[in-house]
């Protein structure tokens, strides 16, 4: 933690986070991203919550499959190592690296091709080992580097640009992983930046998988009239069940709500989850109720965003494996290595 | 030719036909156990089904007091305790030996030989005359069995005694089940057969400085060793035993008694694509890290072995291979993945390989296995199987060099990157082939995003042909530069040999004994064993120096001999086969055969 | 050298820059179609990025009256539409040549370059002050650059009409624009330079009887004319074009109109294990079934290849290569995959493999593809390649010869299975290798148990050593006895010949060109091109004949050589490689360059 | 239809079906399982439920993966065609097979490893393709073939036969089926045949796919104190929340049922099938409902049992594409292949 990146350039008018680094030292390379494409903003609300976080950006792992939403890990954090893995292997990778060194901050970025066809079965046992990372899906309902196949978040019914009707029922990440039992699971839009660097804050500050869904249309591939993940479909289909706020640990808690109308959840580093805005008996903790949610939106053609669900209490991969705290790739040969007086004494076992 | 006429002391072989699931592994190691303990040579095939009960399953011990080990079809003595099996196991008995069975139930006389003895002893009866429990009837009926063994190969009671102690110290009832149905067995014995038998035991000294031990516990051992920390793999057969071995070194060796942390993570993952990409992670990440699989598995690893390969990443795979193709054999035996691992993946890549042929080497091969995997930042298969993996073989006792040191590669720490310009991950500034490289978290200017995309030598995306290639290039020459680093093939050579011989692996204890069969018949043969791909510069002066070389390798395809002629200078007219595919561990008979055939049909 | 002094008729090549995602597509293909309804023979390479939008690509036209359609690395003329790659397209100009640019924008004149004439159209201008809609801006100032080209090239403008009606007859508006913005391009060359350029062209009369079609495109039409009813695959580039054209082939030729059902099922599978499984069950249920993917996809179906080939179930395999290794350049051609289809799977595996030459041999050897699955129940791959697949091919009209029949293999029917006594699935009467099979709800007695676990000839389960051989000693013999039925290599002997040249696929027309030139300088080679693995005995007969036998393939590790030394008896001193794998296609240049070379230092 | 298997010996005591075959004519070759180990009894169950529709047994298909469940199909149907593909791989072989041929009828058998870990991907997909097949986990929570690790549904805490707790939660099929749409699921028990073999009926004549989860104790590896899925654990846990009865088609339907306290669904074929003892308010056709139950039942350390969801309206994958009523397999080439002509006539696209 002793070589934190240097600030770049001097932006006159930019704010230092506590690190001294202005939101540019957060950012990557240039995206190569088709203009309009949601997946650019997403990138830069990871930027913003990572600087507003006062992140290290040297301590981020930051890791993806292949897509076009895989790419973007180049477009932030230049200074955070980076894995471009296989498609749909992203989560093995990451639970590898974790296994590694488990004091480092993990995000993931996936496309729904690459997370609910190829890699379903991995992003399912990450969910199920609560490893540690933020996962982020961008989810345009296509594969957008292979030029618009329906993937497997596609509605049912939704067009494609060449006109064809999507004849199969969607998996839908959300209800998924609340079947799976994941500890942290929200949802948003790439076009409301506000609600999405909210939630990528608090899904950093959780311990353990936190699932976010981004809905984030594909300018090229699924942005047409018919498609039901175009900008203006999610914008007229949107609705915000839960809007909360995350207050990080080291900031006062200020935030003003009535009694009852708010709910907080304490998360594991301290930091505090302001549930402010609740649709009306809206219980983020249960997850009968947030599937009963997800069913009637559903049933209405209502897309509900915000964190559905959180659970702090869980224990992650590390706990429930007791590793050490010491980063496994730290510990010294010499600890590691039981020498040979040990394996004369062993030798005897074997007589 | 009645084989057992004369006496033979300590050179003979027997085995024990049973049911599986009915718990006569612990008599089957009682046995050997005790030979071992008399100081006499011992080695033991456990020939098992794909099945957890019910199925038939031998037990084959061969005792020889020159050190051979490998199997030999050649019984002179066979426990029929599966009356399925009887008319097999009858038929597998050497001229002039003998069959041991259960004459509880008595036998079929269409299933006598002439040229066999039968000693019948009534052991269900006596179990259960002896014994309350369901269980405990079937499980002593092996130790009655072990009883009767014990009388009829002039076991050493005394060793027995004392096994018994240290196994069953603790626990008075079992400790006296197991002697009350050891000596009901081996009293039977005494009082109604002739013992000992022609061919018997007797103590020796040669087992002093040894050890019994099978390929997977000892490779576990050597990844602890190694100071490999995290394990990723999916249960599979036969590789199965060794992450139950590296779990329990980790549980005695590595966690903290009083925090209970533990200095490893095993992931049991959901499949071994996950298993893989665990371990590369980790291995990015900077931990030594390795998953152990069979066939199926590596099939299964395969894009993500190439990724490795492609971005530079170590990892150690170990390959416990069994029959295939496909689930093949789950339970047998084969050297089947040669090719698939050497060239494992799409596009071009290129794999070190190592090739253990023993326990011993399993141990030593773990630790040598990551430095190369480190040093080439390159996956690095360790290609075991099953008869080495999951049999119990004579090894002497395996030793650790305190002064070791991992050869963990080029690293760069936080101090060299604050003190460089700037960090190009795949720039070959000294042209040796291997770059250098960091990992997650140490320092900013670190930082590089790995891909399995086309990259430059500074690690960035490329689609230009020369950048591409500059990279690729140098993959292909830090291949061929393992060759240096990685074990060296063992040599044998006499005066006055004619051929050579080629092997690897499993078969060594076979092919050595072949050779010295030969030799007394009259042909004399040069020995190499590979020990690693990428093949040392010797490998191909060891072909050159014998117009005929014959490759030995358990494969349908002859993959070792294809390797051979891919992958070294040497004209392929003078590489010829001798295969063994069936799934039974190589036996010195079928390789003194196959080469005298393959001569004699020539000359 | 100034190559372009003297005319040029019907011989030169030139290339546009563009970025993508600007549709430059439809400009280049009227151009490349305008020549090739002139009667010229002309060929276009598209050399795109693994991108949607934004970076550069490059389509390269060549045309060539002796019909050599191989591209070449000389431009005589670039359209310089991407100011990011100005620097290196000047640079990639032959001496001579010509540099349209847009002139819209002063060009930096850092980039000028003495030897290159620069001729500026303000294409973006003239769209602007045309055009009202930014998009339609983009697209048509593409158009007036075909306009300029058609100019200064002599491409007939009534063939340019004629193609703009077929395309754009019903959509009146469309035409217009694209009517203007050709004019505009053309009459300003017209009006600024000295038209037509040195090099340029003139009708011939040499595409009468010829199409122009990727290999993707005539892939998937094989498929349907073979009756291939399942499809299954995961969209993987350079593949996905190939299922886009059969299910459109489908959609015209094997939907009902009237109930609207569909004889064909396209299966979009989650990945590419499970295409491959879908695949393998349609094929196993006795519908011909086929995939198509690329490298990492045959990594990830290897797994199942190898239980289609021990459990003997036809499937077609499509690999389109790209470059790898791992993800690698995936928009960019390789042959990288040979050794990696030869040997799928772990265990004793050996496929059967087809490599077509061009589009033509795509569309035949797709009906060839499933004949032989279905004779031999195996898998059998089709290595095309990126090159073959995605770029239009001047090709032979396709023809189907009605009397074609499916060879089914042995399949029995009801009545034959009501007729037997009883039906073994592996029994090999005749000792031809290939034993009868019986599709699922037929008949009772067809019935057996399908499985990738160790199998005797009856199909029961076995862990017998000399039974599992049986079985897969048949397999061996029976992927030998295909080589008869693959497509046999084609050859070409010259008198005088000194060399052997072999190569495979998509390397044929940079070869034949290159032998062409070799034999106006004097080096006379033969050639054979492989067509198949297992390889037919013609192709040992010819490399026999030559001491020295250059080996060209796209990969950088000699794949189809390797596979030559292991799968023939030709000793390995007589081939030579010769390589070229940056990922564009093979051009003559490279391959007389390179046997010169090798030639030179050896002679 | 017309080569439909002979009896095979007269069983004088044995009742024919409507195709003159005995429970006998269902069954296969020996088990080669543990004695006592519950795959064995859902065999029983699967050979009943056949018998009892008169399917002839050579107009199934059966499937599995790799395991000791997977073993099993060799042990019911003998003049079926059965396929032990590899493991994880079955559920795309039967795509592939029903693709071929949709006449026939489709039956998996898979273990818990098998299609909750390496298979899951496979699974979840054909459950989105309501692929028409009826698709077992006979669910031990071990790994059986492979001697007893723990599999992704072994419960938390539960403890292994060497005494180490399991240290993830369970994956349960039910609840995943759930959220990703499937369209019959029901849970039973090895060890209750009556309630299985109702269950298998039903979900045999269901068109789409049926997931059918059968708690199937492991006798060698999981049967001890301190498993949660022992004879014992399972017995003592299990409650039957629907009891359902399922009347064929061309059966009377004679049963009694207090208006009210029972709910019926017409299957696809027009057979009938009767909710008759319903937990309290609890609804089969609803999704969150559905769901509901299962987290309470959870959470009480209740196994709920029976037909718990039901959607007869759901469009099968051939439905969804729209495939010929003949079989693919058995479509003439001549009508497969354009022909001479049209190829002649398609060329000129290509000038
Ligand atoms: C094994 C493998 N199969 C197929 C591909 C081809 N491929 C690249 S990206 C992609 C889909 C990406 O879709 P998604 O994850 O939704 O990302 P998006 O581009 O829509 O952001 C596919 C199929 C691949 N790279 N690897
Ligand atoms: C690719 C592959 N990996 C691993 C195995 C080894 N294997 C065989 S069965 C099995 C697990 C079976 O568990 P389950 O599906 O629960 O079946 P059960 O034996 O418990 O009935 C495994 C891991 C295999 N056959 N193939
Ligand atoms: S193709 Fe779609 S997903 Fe890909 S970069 Fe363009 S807009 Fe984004
Ligand atoms: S090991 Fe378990 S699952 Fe396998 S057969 Fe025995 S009891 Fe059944
Ligand atoms: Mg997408
Ligand atoms: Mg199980």
Request: with cysteine; hydrophobic share 40%.
């Amino acid at each position: 933690m002793t070589y934190i990146a240097k600030p770049r350039l001097i932006h006159p008018g930019l704010r230092k986070n506590k690190l001294g680094l202005t939101v540019r030292d957060y950012e990557g390379a240039l995206s190569t991203l088709c203009a309009g494409c949601g997946h650019d903003s997403v990138t830069t609300g990871i930027i913003q919550a990572f600087h507003e976080l006062d992140t290290p950006p040297h301590r981020v792992v930051k890791l993806s499959g292949i897509g076009c939403s895989s790419k973007t890990p180049t477009y932030f954090l230049r200074d955070a190592h980076g894995f471009n893995a296989a498609h749909g292997r992203m989560p093995s990778i990451a639970t590898g690296a974790s296994a590694a060194n488990k004091q480092l901050t993990y995000i993931g970025i996936s496309g729904d091709g690459d997370s609910l066809s190829i890699g379903l079965g991995q992003l399912a046992h990450a969910i199920r080992r609560n490893l540690d990372m933020l996962y982020v899906i961008e989810n345009n309902g296509v594969y957008g580097l292979t030029k618009g196949q329906f993937s497997a978040s596609a509605d049912l019914g939704s067009k494609s640009k060449r006109g064809e009707a999507n004849s199969y029922g969607a998996i839908d990440p959300v209800s998924l992983a609340l079947s799976l039992g994941a500890t942290f699971i929200a949802r948003s839009f790439s076009g409301d930046k506000r609600q999405l660097v909210s939630i990528l804050k608090a899904a950093i500050a959780h311990k353990g998988f936190a699932l976010v869904d981004v809905i984030s249309p594909c300018v090229t591939f699924n942005d047409h009239e018919g498609s039901t993940k175009s900008y203006r479909y999610t914008r007229e289909h949107l609705t915000e069940i839960v809007h909360s706020d995350f207050v990080p640990l080291k900031e006062e808690i200020t935030v003003d709500y009535e009694a009852g109308g708010a709910a907080a959840v304490t998360m594991h580093d301290g930091s505090v989850l302001l549930f402010t805005k609740v649709a009306e008996g809206y219980d983020p903790s249960s997850r009968e109720a947030v599937f009963s949610y997800l069913m009637k939106h559903q049933a209405s053609g209502k897309i509900p965003t915000g964190i559905l669900y959180v659970d702090e209490s869980g224990k992650d991969m590390h706990e429930l494996n007791r590793t050490a705290e010491t980063p496994l790739s730290e510990v010294g040969f010499e600890t590691l290595c039981p020498g040979s007086a040990k394996l004369d004494e062993l030798m005897d076992d074997f007589r | 030719m009645d084989n057992v006429k004369v006496d033979r002391i300590n050179e003979f072989a027997f085995k024990i036909a049973n049911t599986n699931g009915t718990g006569s592994a612990s008599a089957n190691g009682l046995i050997m156990q005790a030979i071992f303990r008399m100081g006499v040579p011992v080695s033991g095939k456990n020939l098992f089904p794909s099945n957890i009960q019910g199925l038939p399953t031998w037990y084959e011990i061969r005792v020889n007091k020159d050190g051979h080990t490998a199997r030999t079809p050649a019984f002179d003595l066979i426990v029929a305790m599966n009356a399925e099996t009887y008319a097999r196991d009858i038929q597998e008995l050497q001229p002039g030996g003998y069959l041991l069975y259960d004459s509880t139930w008595p036998l079929n006389p269409a299933l006598k030989r002439e040229d066999v003895h039968f000693l019948g002893v009534p052991l269900a009866q006596m179990s259960r005359d002896s014994f309350d429990k369901p269980r405990e009837q079937i499980l002593m009926k092996n130790i009655a069995y072990a009883g009767v063994l014990a009388a009829l190969l002039d076991i050493d009671t005394k060793v027995i005694d004392q096994l018994l102690e240290e196994k069953y110290g603790a626990k008075q009832a079992m400790m006296k089940s197991n002697h009350l149905a050891f000596k009901l067995g081996y009293e039977y014995a005494q009082k109604n057969f002739k013992c000992p038998l022609p061919f018997h035991l007797k103590a020796m000294d040669a087992t002093r400085d040894a050890i019994l031990i099978d390929g997977n516990t000892a490779l576990a051992l050597g990844c602890v060793y190694a100071g490999a920390t995290v394990a990723a793999w999916y249960p599979i057969t036969p590789s199965t035993s060794l992450m139950d071995a590296f779990k329990g070194f980790c549980h005695r060796f590595r966690e903290n008694k009083e925090t209970g942390e533990n200095n490893y993570c095993i992931l049991q993952a959901e499949d071994e694509l996950a298993a893989i990409g665990m371990v590369i992670g980790a291995g990015w990440s900077g931990a030594r890290s390795f998953t152990c699989t069979s066939g199926p598995g590596i099939s299964l690893m395969s894009e993500l072995i190439g990724l490795a390969y492609y971005a530079e990443i170590p990892a150690v795979l170990v390959d416990v291979q069994r029959t295939g193709p496909s689930t093949g054999m789950p339970t047998r035996t084969q050297q089947g993945d040669i090719l698939t691992c050497a060239y494992a993946s799409h596009g071009d890549t290129k794999h070190i390989l190592l090739f253990p042929a023993n326990p011993e080497e399993c141990f030593y091969f773990a630790a040598h296995a990551f430095d190369l995997a480190e040093r080439f930042q390159t996956p690095v298969f360790i290609v075991s199987d099953l008869d080495i993996g999951m049999n119990d073989w004579l090894c002497p006792r395996l030793k650790w060099d305190d002064s070791y040191k991992p050869d963990r590669g080029r690293v760069l720490s936080a101090d060299q990157l604050e003190k460089m310009e700037k960090f190009l991950r795949y720039s070959d500034e000294d042209q040796d082939g291997v770059t250098s490289r960091t990992f997650p978290g140490v320092h900013p200017k670190g930082a590089y995003f790995t891909r399995g995309s086309g990259h430059n030598k500074f690690g960035r995306y490329t689609e230009l042909p020369h950048e591409y290639q500059e990279v690729v290039d140098r993959l292909s020459r830090k291949h061929a530069a393992a060759a240096k680093y990685a074990p060296a093939p063992i040599v044998h050579t006499e005066e006055g040999a004619t051929v050579g011989v080629v092997s690897l692996g499993g078969c060594d204890g076979g092919v050595r004994e072949a050779i010295e069969e030969l030799k007394k018949q009259g042909i004399i043969c040069d020995y190499l064993r590979v020990r690693a791909f990428p093949f040392a510069d010797s490998v191909e002066t060891f072909l050159r120096a014998h117009t005929k070389n014959f490759v030995i390798e358990q494969n349908r395809d002859g993959q070792l001999r294809t390797l051979l002629m891919a992958e070294t200078g040497i004209e392929k007219e003078r590489l010829k086969s001798l295969l063994a595919y069936g799934g039974f561990p190589l036996s010195s008979h079928h390789v003194v055969d196959g080469i005298r055939q393959q001569l004699g049909s020539q000359s």
